[in-house]
């Protein structure tokens, strides 16, 4: 089974203005589509080859880096197009909502440490909410690792790679990250993963 470039669950223009169709292009259609045909490549001959994406992204981590860096960002991006929906960012699921009370003292304070991780992630990299020892955290991580490779289950991710915002907001990653949480989150997903763990 090797990795597929997964169709966006929305036209491109759809999460406009807060992300762009350009965006979505060259993130999707090329940054994304890098990841899959890299590592691929990287995958043949290896121990991982045909076997499933979380197992590749766990067993390769401080192994192979070829094989870590693409499957760990094929699993990041594959789950990124779902964490976003058109008007997004509105009610949350009850459960969740409980959970996230419980876990930060509000929605608004785990917001806020959602976009604070991802304000001081230096260079590339994602801010994340898992689940951790049975709470939920905020965490940022480098390059293509994820929660999966730190003891945790990502429920939520935000790619704070440049390719994600530059265009539509050049250097401005605090105001990409206030827009993407305020508009664009996709918190039915986000309480479907939090509902399997
Ligand atoms: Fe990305």
Do not use: C
């Amino acid at each position: 089974m090797s990795f597929t470039l997964p169709d966006l669950p929305y036209a491109y223009e759809a999460l406009g203005p807060y992300m762009s169709r350009e965006t979505l292009e060259y993130h999707h259609d090329k940054h994304h589509l890098a990841y899959v045909n890299n590592g691929n490549n990287a995958l043949k001959g290896t121990e991982w080859e045909g076997k499933p994406l979380e197992e590749i992204v766990k067993g390769s981590f401080g192994k192979n880096p070829a094989v870590f860096n693409n499957a760990g960002q094929h699993f990041n991006h594959i789950h990124f197009w779902k964490w976003m929906k058109p008007n997004g960012g509105g009610a949350i699921p009850g459960e969740l909502e409980k959970a996230l009370k419980e876990s930060f003292g509000s929605v608004d304070k785990a917001k806020e440490d959602l976009i604070q991780a991802g304000t001081t992630q230096f260079g590339s990299g994602w801010a994340w909410l898992a689940v951790k020892g049975g709470k939920i955290e905020a965490m940022k991580t480098p390059n293509g690792e994820n929660p999966l490779v730190h003891g945790g289950t990502p429920i939520l991710g935000v790619d704070v790679w440049e390719h994600s915002y530059y265009i539509d907001y050049r250097n401005r990653r605090p105001d990409y990250l206030k827009a993407w949480v305020d508009h664009l989150i996709n918190w039915e997903y986000v309480a479907e993963l939090f509902g399997k763990k």
